[in-house]
C-alpha cells in the first residue's frame, strides 16, 4: 500500500456525481473527512474545467477523489471534460485514484450494473457505459450485511451475465488495487 503523508498530498475533489441531489450530504461527509485527516482538498468541477485547465489542475494532485452519486451522470461529465480520455495519463505519473460509491464503479470496465441503483436517464448523450477500465472488476457499492446478500444479489441477476467479475462492498469496506493485485479491507466505519 502507498505510503501517504495527509498534508504533504493534496486531494482533487471531483463532487459532480450529486450535481443533480436535492440533498448530497455524502459529498460534505467526503470532503469533511479528507480535511479533518489533514489533506489539503480542492474541489475540481468537472462542469467548469475541461481539456488542458483540467488537466493543468489535476496534475498538480497526488490523490483524485471521486464522490459518489449517479454513476451515469459522473461518467458523461468523466467524457464532456475530456476527462475519461486523459485519466490514465494522470495515472501513469503516479497520482492515486480513489472512488466512493459511484466513483468505485466508474473505475470498472463496465457502469451497467449502476442500473439497478442509479438513474441512466440522468446522462441522456451517454453513448456507452464502458467504465474507466483502471480495474478488471466491477464494484457493487453500499452491501449491507451478510443476511442480505442473497435478496441483494437478486437484484444484480445480470451481472452474472457480465464477462468479469465483481466485488460487493459494505459502506464499511474498501478495496486497495495496486499491480494488478486487490486486498479487501475494513474502513471500520
Given at each position: ?6 498534508s504533504q498530498?493534496?486531494?482533487s ?27 489539503p ?13 483540467l488537466l ?22 468523466f ?5 475519461f ?7 501513469d505519473?503516479?497520482?492515486i ?6 466513483g ?10 449502476a442500473?439497478t ?36 444479489m437478486?437484484?444484480f ?14 459502506n464499511?469496506?474498501?478495496?486497495w488495487?495496486e ?11
Amino acid at each position: 500500500m502507498a505510503n501517504i503523508t495527509p498534508s504533504q498530498t493534496p486531494v482533487s475533489f471531483i463532487p459532480n456525481a450529486a450535481d443533480n441531489s436535492s440533498n448530497p450530504w455524502w459529498i460534505k461527509e467526503d470532503r469533511d473527512k479528507l480535511i479533518q485527516l489533514g489533506f489539503p482538498v480542492q474541489d475540481t468541477d468537472l462542469r467548469q474545467l475541461t481539456g488542458p485547465a483540467l488537466l493543468n489542475r489535476l496534475s498538480l494532485s497526488k490523490l483524485i477523489f471521486v464522490a459518489g452519486g449517479n454513476t451515469f451522470y459522473l461518467l458523461q461529465k468523466f467524457h464532456d471534460s475530456g476527462l475519461f480520455e486523459n485519466i490514465s495519463t494522470l495515472l501513469d505519473r503516479g497520482i492515486i485514484y480513489i472512488g466512493s460509491s459511484a466513483g468505485s464503479v466508474l473505475a470498472g470496465p463496465d457502469i451497467s450494473p449502476a442500473r439497478t441503483q442509479d438513474d441512466p436517464s440522468q446522462a441522456p448523450n451517454l453513448k456507452s457505459y464502458s467504465g474507466l477500465n483502471l480495474v478488471n472488476f466491477s464494484v457493487i457499492p453500499h452491501f449491507g450485511t451478510p443476511e442480505d446478500k442473497p435478496e441483494y444479489m437478486k437484484t444484480f441477476a445480470d451481472i452474472y451475465e457480465m464477462p468479469y467479475p465483481f466485488i460487493t462492498l459494505t459502506n464499511s469496506q474498501a478495496v486497495w488495487v495496486e499491480d494488478g493485485k486487490f486486498q479487501l479491507f475494513d474502513t471500520g466505519k
